[in-house]
């Protein structure tokens, strides 16, 4: 008498691990991808701010964003951070925008081998 079922067992494992692989990566390299999410964009956003202190003119009564001091203090404030990006500074405020790629420890397993976070954050003067 034959068994033709003979292995299909160990399919059914291979799958099972294959799956629970895949569940235990998103959660793992997801939850490092909402994490550097969130401290990627508190610096961005903190960068915008400084930036947006850098006024000048108050004493004479025409306040204005000294933009090339604003660029330098985001960019300074992003290089204590080890972050660079992208510095845009106008009348009345500053944005950054900021890239980073995260690696996937577990997903890469299954070929999903990085995830790129891009955040811009902005901040304007208001008076008052």
Do not use: W
Not at 32 to 58: F, M, P
Not at 91 to 109: D, E, F, P, R
């Amino acid at each position: 008498m034959e068994n033709r079922e003979q292995g299909s067992i160990s399919a059914f494992v291979v799958c099972l691990l294959f799956g629970l692989t895949a569940l235990v990566g998103l959660v793992f390299d997801g939850g490092r991808v909402v994490t550097e999410y969130a401290d990627i964009s508190d610096i961005a956003e903190n960068a915008s701010r400084i930036g947006c202190q850098q006024i000048s003119g108050i004493r004479v009564g025409t306040p204005y964003v000294d933009k090339t001091r604003a660029a330098m203090e985001i960019s300074n404030f992003l290089n204590s951070h080890g972050m660079h990006g992208e510095v845009r500074v106008f009348g009345g405020g500053a944005s950054v925008t900021i890239q980073k790629v995260v690696s996937m420890k577990l997903l890469s397993l299954i070929g999903i081998r990085n995830r790129t976070i891009t955040i811009t954050r902005s901040a304007n003067v208001v008076s008052g």
